[in-house]
């Protein structure tokens, strides 16, 4: 059954890959700070100031501007850095006009002097989202173990999709180690699912 699964999201990632670099090519994303106050306006989450975002790859919607928005309403910037090992992310403090460097799978990362904190929102790349709040990954697993381990130490925080609206699926295939994300933010509207 766990071999059907995997086979399935192999080929679910096949898939939404392909969609997200033809919604990459035939978009003019322009970033809505709107909708981000939306999300930002709610009571719980208006006065949360650690927030991780992520650094925008291939054809992942672009984070430069969501990134920008977020310092200049005073919060505290943080990306996550991968533990090959552990499986479990690890959130370094970003400060503006550092050099970055390069971490796994190539992507940015502040670095290795940089105060790591853990994040109260955490804004999570996909290739798609579904109806109901869950997120196809890339595979690795590690947004879905570090969601794990802040529960299993009793940590509070809120999970955010960032994403294109045309990512949105009527189901993802999944399992039981997958998450359901609080909310998902795309250029269009924000999507509710606590």
């Known amino acids: ?52 975002s992520f650094f925008s790859i291939k054809s992942e919607i672009p984070t430069a501007d969501l990134n920008e928005y977020l310092i200049s309403k005073n919060k505290i910037l943080l990306f996550p850095v991968v533990n090959l090992k552990s499986k479990i992310l690890s959130f370094r403090k970003f400060k ?58 009793n940590h509070q925080f809120i999970s955010v999709g960032f994403a294109y609206d045309d990512q949105k699926v009527n189901g993802v295939i999944r399992d039981q180690f997958d998450y359901k994300l609080n909310y998902v933010l795309t250029e269009k509207q924000l999507y509710t699912f606590v």
């Not at 990459?24 to 989450?45: A, E, G, H, M, V």
């Not at 109260?120 to 109901?132: K, M």
């Open 1 to 52: 059954m766990m071999n059907d699964i995997i086979f399935l999201k192999k080929q679910q990632r096949e898939k939404f890959t392909s969609i997200r670099k033809a919604i990459s090519k035939k978009n003019t994303y322009r970033f809505n700070p709107i909708n981000i106050d939306q999300l930002l306006k709610n009571k719980k989450l208006n006065n949360l100031k650690i927030i991780s």
């Open 96 to 153: 503006k006009n550092q050099n970055l460097v390069e971490g796994s799978y190539k992507i940015p990362e502040p670095p290795l002097e940089n105060e790591e904190l853990i994040p109260n929102l955490i804004f999570v790349p996909c290739l798609a989202f579904d109806i109901r709040g869950y997120r196809l990954g890339y595979g690795g697993g590690y947004y879905d173990s570090t969601f794990a381990y802040f529960k299993s130490i």
